[in-house]
């Protein structure tokens, strides 16, 4: 299968919001129709530095999604790339395009001069799991929240 990575734009908004509605369903979440008008907003706004890139099949079809963001941080001069979202359609997932998605935000981060991408995942997503042991690194924190 052939893939490519693209940067999402205005056009891509009803195969977007599929997809990004598969990855809220995934992790059971639910978020209100403002979250995510918001949401596709800021992805698309040159002014926030947050983007959003998806995996095209040869068909041209959307079949996963990443977004990410920069930001400065404490322990380095340079900014952070994280990793908020990723996401890959079910019927396409073992071909590859998770990676290909997240090696675009690596790329993404070294153009940047960034000195990591990192992301969180759930402790149980096994199958994503096994695409970060290889592509990354596990790392000793543990994330707490109020």
Not at 48 to 61: L, N, P
Not at 113 to 128: E, G, P, S
Not at 130 to 140: H, K
Request: negative net charge.
């Amino acid at each position: 299968m052939s893939i490519s990575i693209n940067s999402l734009g205005p056009q891509d908004y009803q195969e977007w919001v599929v997809l990004w509605q598969g990855y809220l369903n995934f992790y059971q979440l639910r978020l209100s129709d403002e979250v995510t008008a918001k949401t596709w907003e800021r992805l698309n706004d040159p002014l926030i530095d947050m983007h959003g890139i998806c995996a095209r099949t040869e068909t041209t079809e959307i079949v996963g999604i990443a977004h990410f963001l920069f930001h400065p941080v404490t322990w380095s001069l340079s900014d952070r790339c994280y990793l908020e979202d990723l996401f890959v359609a079910e019927t396409s997932r073992g071909a590859g395009i998770g990676t290909a998605l997240i090696e675009a935000v690596y790329q993404a981060g070294r153009q940047r001069n960034a000195d990591q991408v990192y992301w969180l995942t759930a402790q149980d997503n096994a199958a994503a799991r096994r695409l970060y042991d290889r592509v990354g690194q596990l790392t000793p924190f543990i994330k707490y929240r109020n």
